[in-house]
């Protein structure tokens, strides 16, 4: 019996997968450009949901306003399908749950497709892919999805950077995220916090007591930052106030090495002393072992 070839994702290469997710853009004369052309027209009863989609949520409201636009103008950009694994004749989703499902709203009866022969590693990182790219994802499922790309698939940082099209620092700052407390997190998900505001929060002594004041007085980020400084005297220590006399060099250096690694580092260098020591702080176990390979040299 022949063997399936094991094909990891990162194998075929990011940029490879990313050309199937790639969102279209309009030309100046109000055509659309980048949209691939479905391979196919497939009947919307033999389309089924991925249960390992990275996506749970879909908002009622505006899958009904997708729904109404799909009437209108269709589907633009076609799903992305796999041959269903288990199932002959049919067809699982790999990216476009949402299309589907505003599809079924506006009573389709034949959706756009494009299929692919994905495993089920690579069907995965081309949802999370997919929903970082297109959908108006809340802080903490885009940093989860980030986590994800590097955690399960191998992705740097710098890879991923340049792929999205974000910064290296975004990433590294919105993953950061992951190590608030999980009501903090859910104030993110409910769109009660920006995701500016919680990193502000991330540098105070109670993160959750100065969210939860940010929530109920409805504070600024600037006033976040300022409540978070002016509340670290109250607290100080002489390790406190020897990071307050730190120079311009230094703290840039801790800037830049926080967001190369996803962590936060403290740089302890006394002027005119060659020893010194650098304190690398994880939130989470899984950011530990992160840590660990770095250290070890495992990429």
């Known amino acids: ?33 980048g949209t691939r052309k479905p391979d196919m027209l497939i009947p919307i009863d033999r389309v ?30 076609p799903l992305i ?20 499902r505003a599809a079924q709203v506006a009573r389709l009866h034949e959706v756009p497709a494009i299929v692919r022969e994905y495993d089920d590693t690579e069907s995965l990182e081309v949802a999370i892919i997919e929903n ?15 986590k994800d790309l590097m955690e ?20 590294a700052n919105m993953m950061r995220l992951l ?8 104030y993110l998900r409910e769109g009660k916090l920006s995701a500016g505001a919680a990193r502000a929060i991330l540098t105070a002594d109670d993160p959750l007591g100065l969210a939860k004041k940010a929530v109920s007085q409805g504070l600024s980020v600037r006033e976040i930052e300022k409540q978070a400084k ?27 090495l926080s967001a190369a690694s996803g962590m936060k580092v403290l740089i302890d260098h006394k002027a005119g002393d060659d020893k010194g020591s650098v304190t690398i702080r994880y939130a989470t176990l899984d950011e530990f072992d992160d840590l660990c390979r770095m250290l070890g040299g495992d990429t």
Do not use: C
Request: aromatic share 4%.
């Open 230 to 256: 002016a509340a670290k005297p109250e607290t100080s220590t002489p390790r406190a106030s020897q990071k307050a006399e730190k120079d311009a060099d230094t703290l840039a250096l801790e800037k830049s």
């Open 152 to 171: 399960k698939f191998g992705h740097t940082q710098e890879k991923l950077a340049e792929a999205l099209g974000k910064s290296r620092s975004h990433i």
């Open 179 to 186: 190590g608030l407390p999980e009501e903090i997190l859910e």
């Open 48 to 77: 089924e949901a991925n249960p390992d989609q990275p996506r749970r949520q879909f908002s009622k409201e505006r899958l009904e306003d997708l729904a109404n636009s799909i009437k209108e103008k269709g589907i633009i950009q």
């Open 1 to 33: 019996m022949a063997t399936k070839k094991q094909n990891r994702g990162l194998g075929r290469g990011l940029s490879a997968l990313m050309a199937d997710v790639q969102p279209e853009t309009a030309t100046q004369d109000g055509e659309v450009s």
């Open 81 to 100: 399908v796999r041959p269903h694994p288990g199932k002959v004749d049919m067809f699982q989703i790999v990216a476009g749950e949402r299309r589907w």
């Open 132 to 146: 970082i790219q297109r959908a108006d994802l809340n802080a903490v499922e885009e940093a989860a999805g980030y």
